[in-house]
């Protein structure tokens, strides 16, 4: 699941990234900003989200609309946006403030990100502040892929969407080794989907992908335990576990597709997962991160003290937020520099 973001290593690695990797912002203990925010969700929106059913109506058009409500959370100051139907490809074009703008032969990078929410809630107005800070931060324009949800469109809707809008761009004359996938919640297991999807199909892969914490296990088998242990500030695990199997439909949670901590990894690019030590899905990105590095790739996992899920979302408040973001920016300098050497 994510949450409305407006509200408020060791690693095994070639030696040329650990030279280009920036130093780590981890900090070692949470900041009075997320210490607030935690405590924030845990006496406010995790207690309606233990009861509240959300994948059924009218509820969840009521969930829809609230986050798209808080999704008018101001643009940072200079972005740009530009609508996208093509198709079966529909989206945002979004430049950040000093981004280069979206063309297709001057050589800059581009961001493909996938929305969180539970597979079935978030949209453009949700993420949009977000993904502008990211494109500000990596000096890249970014599209926001407007995905079919379900349940009205079950798996492989949104998973078939992801490849769509990549091979768009491709197509579009952007080359694979320009593009960066991004996704947090839900939207990390469309990455990874994407990125297990154009390995399977021998397709050229991205230079890299980002993950904000992924929600990977669509079975959730560690979560309750997870939770027991110490309780999640915002993610129900009975919420997870309902958006998992209302977006699975009628395909078993470990099908081929949908088991993406299974699928090979030899070809993966390389990988940056952000996540928080209170989140029941922390789980999720350990064991991504081990199985990325146990194929010879290069993960970096940072886990960092008391943040909330999908925390750099939370930016405009949080102090770790604004340093995630900026490290986002370095490693995919890191990564193009590795790149354009190779």
């Not at 493909?112 to 539970?118: A, C, K, N, R």
């Not at 993406?260 to 990105?285: F, H, Y």
Request: hydrophobic share 45%; aromatic share 8%; glycine share 10%.
């Amino acid at each position: 699941m994510a949450h409305p973001a407006s509200i408020a290593a060791s690693i095994a690695a070639p030696a040329e990234l650990l030279v280009n990797a920036p130093a780590s912002p981890v900090p070692t203990t949470p900041s009075v900003q997320s210490r607030a925010l935690a405590q924030l969700l845990m006496t406010g929106l995790r207690p309606i989200g233990d009861r509240l059913h959300i994948t059924r109506n009218p509820a969840l058009q009521m969930v829809r609309d609230a986050f798209d409500a808080v999704g008018f959370t101001p643009l940072p100051r200079g972005t740009e946006l530009r609508s996208v139907t093509d198709g079966d490809v529909r989206g945002v074009w979004i430049t950040g403030r000093g981004a280069a703008r979206a063309t297709r032969d001057d050589g800059n990078g581009v961001l493909l990100y996938l929305h969180g929410g539970g597979f079935v809630f978030g949209s453009r107005r949700t993420h949009r502040h977000f993904v502008a800070a990211l494109s500000a931060a990596s000096g890249r324009p970014a599209f926001l892929v407007d995905y079919r949800r379900a349940p009205e469109h079950p798996f492989p809707a949104a998973a078939d969407d992801a490849v769509a809008a990549y091979r768009w761009l491709l197509a579009s004359g952007y080359r694979a080794d320009q593009i960066t996938v991004l996704g947090d919640s839900a939207g990390g297991h469309l990455t990874a989907g994407l990125l297990a999807d154009l390995s399977r199909r021998r397709l050229p892969m991205p230079a890299a992908a980002v993950l904000f914490p992924p929600f990977l296990d669509l079975t959730c088998a560690e979560l309750d335990d997870r939770d027991a242990v110490r309780r999640d500030p915002f993610v129900p695990p009975r919420r997870a576990r309902e958006c998992g199997r209302t977006y699975a439909g009628e395909h078993a949670l470990d099908g081929r597709r949908l088991n993406v901590l299974r699928a090979p990894k030899r070809r993966w690019p390389p990988v940056l997962i952000q996540v928080g030590d209170t989140e029941c899905l922390l789980g999720d990105s350990e064991r991504m991160a081990e199985s990325i590095r146990a194929a010879g790739g290069h993960c970096e996992l940072q886990v960092w003290p008391g943040q909330v899920h999908v925390f750099p979302a939370f930016y405009p408040v949080l102090p770790e937020g604004r340093a995630a973001i900026r490290y986002v920016g370095e490693f995919l300098r890191g990564t193009s520099a590795v790149t354009a050497a190779a």
